[in-house]
Protein backbone atom coordinates (compact mmCIF):
# COMPACT_ATOMS: atom_id res chain seq x y z
CA UNK A 1 0.00 0.00 0.00
CA UNK A 2 0.71 3.72 0.10
CA UNK A 3 3.26 4.95 2.69
CA UNK A 4 3.39 8.35 3.73
CA UNK A 5 6.74 9.19 6.00
CA UNK A 6 7.48 11.96 8.74
CA UNK A 7 10.69 13.36 9.69
CA UNK A 8 11.40 13.79 12.87
CA UNK A 9 8.83 11.28 14.30
CA UNK A 10 9.55 13.57 17.90
CA UNK A 11 11.15 16.65 18.39
CA UNK A 12 11.81 19.36 21.02
CA UNK A 13 12.17 22.96 20.89
CA UNK A 14 12.86 25.66 23.33
CA UNK A 15 10.16 28.84 23.01
CA UNK A 16 10.83 31.61 20.22
CA UNK A 17 12.69 28.83 17.91
CA UNK A 18 11.53 27.72 14.44
CA UNK A 19 10.61 23.73 13.64
CA UNK A 20 9.94 22.07 10.24
CA UNK A 21 8.13 19.07 10.01
CA UNK A 22 8.62 16.75 6.58
CA UNK A 23 6.05 14.71 5.06
CA UNK A 24 6.92 12.79 2.25
CA UNK A 25 5.24 10.02 0.10
CA UNK A 26 7.53 7.58 -0.72
CA UNK A 27 5.92 4.97 -3.58
CA UNK A 28 3.52 7.80 -4.96
CA UNK A 29 3.09 10.79 -6.26
CA UNK A 30 0.97 13.09 -3.58
CA UNK A 31 -1.04 15.79 -5.60
CA UNK A 32 -2.66 17.02 -2.45
CA UNK A 33 -1.05 16.83 1.25
CA UNK A 34 -3.14 17.63 4.12
CA UNK A 35 -1.88 18.53 7.66
CA UNK A 36 -3.41 17.80 10.81
CA UNK A 37 -3.14 18.44 14.46
CA UNK A 38 -3.90 16.73 17.27
CA UNK A 39 -4.46 17.32 20.74
CA UNK A 40 -4.40 14.20 23.10
CA UNK A 41 -7.58 12.53 23.30
CA UNK A 42 -9.04 14.72 20.99
CA UNK A 43 -9.49 13.73 17.02
CA UNK A 44 -7.48 15.14 14.34
CA UNK A 45 -7.88 18.78 13.17
CA UNK A 46 -7.58 19.50 9.51
CA UNK A 47 -4.94 22.80 9.76
CA UNK A 48 -4.01 23.22 5.85
CA UNK A 49 -4.47 21.55 2.64
CA UNK A 50 -1.78 21.87 0.16
CA UNK A 51 -1.17 21.05 -3.60
CA UNK A 52 2.04 20.73 -5.55
CA UNK A 53 2.90 24.19 -6.71
CA UNK A 54 0.20 26.45 -4.68
CA UNK A 55 -0.23 28.03 -1.96
CA UNK A 56 -1.63 25.99 1.25
CA UNK A 57 -5.43 26.82 1.90
CA UNK A 58 -5.69 27.23 5.69
CA UNK A 59 -8.59 26.26 7.59
CA UNK A 60 -10.52 29.16 9.84
CA UNK A 61 -8.53 30.09 12.64
CA UNK A 62 -4.78 28.64 11.70
CA UNK A 63 -2.53 31.32 11.15
CA UNK A 64 -0.70 31.07 8.33
CA UNK A 65 2.33 32.48 9.16
CA UNK A 66 2.83 30.59 11.65
CA UNK A 67 2.23 27.76 10.23
CA UNK A 68 3.95 28.04 7.33
CA UNK A 69 3.61 25.06 4.67
CA UNK A 70 5.51 24.46 1.30
CA UNK A 71 4.30 21.47 -1.12
CA UNK A 72 7.46 21.99 -4.05
CA UNK A 73 7.40 18.45 -5.31
CA UNK A 74 5.34 15.80 -5.84
CA UNK A 75 6.49 13.84 -2.85
CA UNK A 76 7.46 16.52 -0.20
CA UNK A 77 5.29 18.90 2.08
CA UNK A 78 6.63 20.65 4.52
CA UNK A 79 5.63 22.19 7.77
CA UNK A 80 6.98 25.13 9.92
CA UNK A 81 6.33 26.28 13.22
CA UNK A 82 7.74 30.04 13.43
CA UNK A 83 7.91 31.60 16.79
CA UNK A 84 6.87 28.55 18.35
CA UNK A 85 5.34 28.75 21.93
CA UNK A 86 4.54 25.85 24.36
CA UNK A 87 0.74 26.07 23.56
CA UNK A 88 1.92 24.84 19.91
CA UNK A 89 2.97 21.64 21.49
CA UNK A 90 0.66 18.83 19.97
CA UNK A 91 0.77 15.98 17.66
CA UNK A 92 1.07 17.00 13.81
CA UNK A 93 -0.27 14.30 11.46
CA UNK A 94 0.56 14.55 7.63
CA UNK A 95 -1.92 12.84 4.72
CA UNK A 96 -1.36 12.63 1.74
CA UNK A 97 -3.34 11.67 -1.62
CA UNK A 98 -2.86 11.01 -5.25
CA UNK A 99 -4.50 12.11 -8.54
CA UNK A 100 -6.84 9.20 -9.00
CA UNK A 101 -7.83 8.41 -5.68
CA UNK A 102 -9.56 9.99 -2.73
CA UNK A 103 -8.38 7.88 -0.22
CA UNK A 104 -5.77 9.55 2.16
CA UNK A 105 -2.45 7.90 3.65
CA UNK A 106 -1.51 8.99 6.68
CA UNK A 107 1.97 9.85 8.21
CA UNK A 108 2.96 8.10 11.58
CA UNK A 109 3.12 11.98 13.02
CA UNK A 110 5.27 14.11 14.61
CA UNK A 111 5.29 14.92 18.30
CA UNK A 112 6.29 18.18 19.03
CA UNK A 113 7.13 19.68 22.54
CA UNK A 114 7.77 23.34 23.09
CA UNK A 115 9.57 24.19 26.37
CA UNK B 1 -25.13 16.71 17.47
CA UNK B 2 -21.82 15.82 15.76
CA UNK B 3 -22.03 15.10 12.06
CA UNK B 4 -19.90 11.50 12.51
CA UNK B 5 -20.87 9.65 16.04
CA UNK B 6 -19.40 6.61 16.86
CA UNK B 7 -20.08 4.64 19.66
CA UNK B 8 -19.27 3.13 21.97
CA UNK B 9 -16.74 6.12 23.19
CA UNK B 10 -15.00 3.41 25.43
CA UNK B 11 -15.02 -0.16 25.36
CA UNK B 12 -13.27 -3.01 27.00
CA UNK B 13 -12.95 -6.87 26.10
CA UNK B 14 -11.93 -9.94 27.33
CA UNK B 15 -9.32 -11.08 24.91
CA UNK B 16 -11.42 -13.56 21.94
CA UNK B 17 -14.53 -11.40 22.22
CA UNK B 18 -16.60 -10.47 19.45
CA UNK B 19 -16.50 -6.70 18.83
CA UNK B 20 -18.36 -3.81 17.20
CA UNK B 21 -17.59 -0.29 16.80
CA UNK B 22 -20.25 1.69 15.27
CA UNK B 23 -20.66 4.70 12.83
CA UNK B 24 -23.57 7.05 11.90
CA UNK B 25 -22.64 10.40 10.10
CA UNK B 26 -25.48 12.78 9.13
CA UNK B 27 -24.12 14.20 5.78
CA UNK B 28 -23.63 12.78 2.09
CA UNK B 29 -20.81 10.68 1.95
CA UNK B 30 -18.34 9.43 -0.92
CA UNK B 31 -16.75 6.87 1.08
CA UNK B 32 -15.80 6.32 4.61
CA UNK B 33 -12.64 5.28 5.85
CA UNK B 34 -12.02 3.32 9.25
CA UNK B 35 -8.57 4.05 10.75
CA UNK B 36 -7.05 2.55 13.65
CA UNK B 37 -4.55 4.84 16.03
CA UNK B 38 -1.81 3.05 18.48
CA UNK B 39 -0.77 4.43 21.63
CA UNK B 40 2.18 5.92 19.91
CA UNK B 41 0.02 7.95 17.97
CA UNK B 42 0.76 6.35 14.37
CA UNK B 43 -2.81 6.39 12.08
CA UNK B 44 -3.23 3.51 10.17
CA UNK B 45 -5.72 3.01 7.61
CA UNK B 46 -7.84 -0.31 7.73
CA UNK B 47 -10.74 0.04 5.33
CA UNK B 48 -12.21 2.30 2.78
CA UNK B 49 -15.82 1.81 2.11
CA UNK B 50 -17.95 3.29 -0.48
CA UNK B 51 -20.93 0.46 -0.10
CA UNK B 52 -21.34 -3.30 0.68
CA UNK B 53 -18.73 -5.13 2.99
CA UNK B 54 -14.92 -5.78 3.30
CA UNK B 55 -12.99 -7.82 5.11
CA UNK B 56 -9.28 -7.93 5.98
CA UNK B 57 -7.97 -11.02 8.45
CA UNK B 58 -10.17 -10.63 11.45
CA UNK B 59 -11.20 -7.29 10.98
CA UNK B 60 -14.66 -6.88 8.83
CA UNK B 61 -16.17 -3.52 8.03
CA UNK B 62 -19.52 -2.80 6.53
CA UNK B 63 -21.66 0.24 5.31
CA UNK B 64 -25.61 0.79 4.73
CA UNK B 65 -25.29 4.04 2.61
CA UNK B 66 -29.38 4.23 3.46
CA UNK B 67 -29.11 3.96 6.93
CA UNK B 68 -26.24 6.16 6.57
CA UNK B 69 -24.12 3.83 9.24
CA UNK B 70 -21.08 1.78 9.14
CA UNK B 71 -19.74 -0.94 11.76
CA UNK B 72 -16.21 -2.15 12.09
CA UNK B 73 -16.42 -5.77 13.39
CA UNK B 74 -12.87 -7.33 15.18
CA UNK B 75 -13.39 -11.37 15.59
CA UNK B 76 -11.31 -13.30 18.20
CA UNK B 77 -9.74 -9.94 19.58
CA UNK B 78 -6.55 -9.71 20.86
CA UNK B 79 -4.61 -7.57 23.47
CA UNK B 80 -2.65 -6.17 20.14
CA UNK B 81 -6.26 -4.74 18.98
CA UNK B 82 -6.24 -2.17 21.92
CA UNK B 83 -6.38 1.34 20.03
CA UNK B 84 -8.55 3.77 18.94
CA UNK B 85 -10.52 3.09 15.89
CA UNK B 86 -11.55 6.30 13.83
CA UNK B 87 -14.29 6.61 11.61
CA UNK B 88 -13.55 9.23 8.83
CA UNK B 89 -16.23 10.36 6.13
CA UNK B 90 -15.38 11.85 3.04
CA UNK B 91 -18.46 14.47 2.30
CA UNK B 92 -19.37 14.15 -1.18
CA UNK B 93 -18.02 16.68 -3.58
CA UNK B 94 -15.20 17.46 -1.31
CA UNK B 95 -11.62 15.87 -0.13
CA UNK B 96 -11.67 16.63 3.41
CA UNK B 97 -12.53 13.95 6.04
CA UNK B 98 -14.77 14.74 8.96
CA UNK B 99 -14.02 12.66 11.86
CA UNK B 100 -15.60 10.63 14.42
CA UNK B 101 -14.81 11.33 18.09
CA UNK B 102 -13.19 7.80 17.97
CA UNK B 103 -13.38 4.12 19.86
CA UNK B 104 -10.66 3.68 22.58
CA UNK B 105 -10.33 -0.03 22.92
CA UNK B 106 -8.83 -1.78 25.44
CA UNK B 107 -8.45 -5.65 25.36
CA UNK B 108 -7.55 -7.66 28.10
CA UNK B 109 -5.23 -10.89 28.02
Known sequence: GAVVSQH???????????????????????????WYRQFPKQ???????SNEGSKATYEQGVEKDKFLINHASLTLSTLTVTSAHPEDSSF???????????????????????? | KNEVEQSPQNLTAQEGEFITINCSYSVGISALHWLQQHPGGGIVSLFMLSSGKKKHGRLIATINIQEKHSSLHITASHPRDSAVYICAVLGGGTYKYIFGTGTRLKVLA
Open chain 1, 8 to 34: PSWVICKSGTSVKIECRSLDFQATTMF
Open chain 1, 43 to 49: SLMLMAT
Open chain 1, 92 to 115: YICSARGALSYEQYFGPGTRLTVT
